[in-house]
């Protein structure tokens, strides 16, 4: 697979004007930008992926919908589009996603993995399912929809195998009025 190269940002969010590979970003800490679509469809239902196994953060993780980083010289809704068809071969357009805010989140998986990001985070309502959807078996081991309340108990109760996104989990506990 060949290496990603992600813009540099400071610790403001600001492009600095440099370039690096994702190992290099990841192993120094540095700043970068990503995407995070949540994926609701028209029961309420929000959709989690199982992280892949090989993955070098939170590998057999229930995680977002869909996240991938921003590439050189990617818009944040170009990347946003992109990771969708990728990661489940959905195809939208800019007004399907709807911006919801951007995140500083700064995760430290492991010793040689650092993850400082500002998070792009969207919506995507759909009335797409699983059978409408075909994940990418590299990034991902499996997806489902979650009834919201059970959801709303798997943040709860902290349950382990669950990446913590405390700041994005607040806002979709607001969007549903809980």
């Known amino acids: 697979m060949q290496e990603e190269y992600f813009d540099i940002l400071d610790e403001f969010g600001n492009k600095t004007g440099k370039i690096k590979s994702r190992s290099e970003v990841h192993r120094n800490g540095n700043f970068h930008k990503a995407v995070h679509i949540w994926i609701i469809n028209d029961l309420g239902e929000i959709l989690l992926q199982r992280r892949c196994p090989i993955k070098d953060s939170d590998p057999n993780m229930l995680d977002i919908s869909c996240a991938g980083h921003l590439t050189v010289g990617d818009t944040s809704i170009e990347g946003a589009i992109r990771e969708l068809k990728e990661e489940l071969n ?9 911006f919801i805010k951007t995140i500083k989140r700064c995760h430290v998986s492991n010793k040689t993995f650092i993850d400082n990001e500002y998070d792009d985070f969207y919506i995507l309502r759909t009335d797409k399912s699983i059978s409408d959807m075909k994940y990418q078996v590299e990034e991902i081991s499996e997806i489902f929809f979650v009834p919201f309340l059970k959801f709303k108990e798997m943040i709860a109760n902290k349950q382990p195998d669950l990446v913590i996104s405390e700041e994005e989990y607040e806002v979709l506990l607001d969007m549903f009025g809980e």
């Open 90 to 98: 959905l195809d939208v357009k800019e007004s399907d996603l709807e």
